[in-house]
């Protein structure tokens, strides 16, 4: 078995702040994910990662950054943080970029804007 | 544009009920319906799945229901428990999108005694 672990549990950040969210795994997986997860509206994909170095746009990418420079970890930068974007931050992993394969997540990082 | 849609947004059921989630989804080329089970506090799991091939996928006491033609799927919990209490999301993706998952709003789950 493996795990996804991410930090900070919580974030608290001013509005403007430029604000970090790390994700490591030891499942040996290529393909990483960083989704959003809002209250109501599901979970959407911002960034995701199909190697070490590379680095794919989701839906809601404008206003992340992301960085893979590792194979074992990817990490997710809100540029300037805004007060509508406090929510659950989920990373995840899977085998490789195949359709079908099961993502594995980690337990979210809830980012609260002050 | 909601790709993916559940119904209810919310449902609560007693203890040995039959509990029935729905998703539809618009994307004909969607081919891989997973379904994740979320506790609160944890990140979603994988519950069960089921590809376009197939109309139904049994897996204990959650069986998927699908329907290609009316592009319409459900979750089915027989005898539920009040372990089952989650949210429940329906997700979909096709083949040429790897694993860039569409998922649904969610269904909140609760289970009582």
């Known amino acids: 078995g493996g795990i996804i672990t991410q930090t900070p549990k919580f974030l608290i950040g001013q509005e403007g702040q430029k604000l970090t969210l790390k994700c490591q795994q030891n499942?040996?997986?290529?393909?990483m994910y960083w989704y959003r997860q809002d209250s109501g509206k599901g979970l959407r994909l911002i960034y995701y990662s199909i190697t070490e170095n590379d680095l794919q746009k989701g839906d809601l990418s404008e206003g992340y950054d992301a960085s893979r420079e590792k194979k074992s970890s990817f990490s997710l930068t809100v540029t300037s943080a805004q007060k509508n974007e406090m929510a659950v931050f989920l990373c995840?992993?899977?085998?490789?970029?195949?359709?079908?394969?099961?993502?594995?997540f980690g337990e979210g990082s809830r980012l609260i804007v002050v | 544009q909601q790709q993916v849609r559940q119904s209810p947004q919310s449902l609560t059921v007693w203890e040995g009920e039959t509990a029935i989630l729905n998703c539809s989804y618009e994307d004909s080329t969607f081919n891989y319906f997973p379904w994740y089970q979320q506790f609160p506090g944890e990140g979603p799991a994988l519950l069960i799945s089921?590809?376009?091939?197939?109309d139904k996928k049994e897996d204990g006491r959650f069986t998927i229901f699908f329907n290609k033609r009316e592009k319409k799927l459900s979750l089915h919990i027989t005898d539920s428990q009040p372990g089952d209490s989650a949210t429940y999301f329906c997700?979909?993706?096709?083949?040429?999108?790897?694993?860039?998952?569409?998922f649904g709003q969610g269904t909140i789950l609760k289970v009582y005694l």
């Open positions: 997700a979909a993706s096709w083949t040429s999108s790897g694993q860039k998952l569409v």
């Open positions: 089921i590809r376009s091939v197939s």
């Open positions: 499942f040996n997986h290529d393909t």
């Open positions: 995840a992993s899977s085998r490789d970029r195949n359709s079908g394969n099961t993502l594995y």
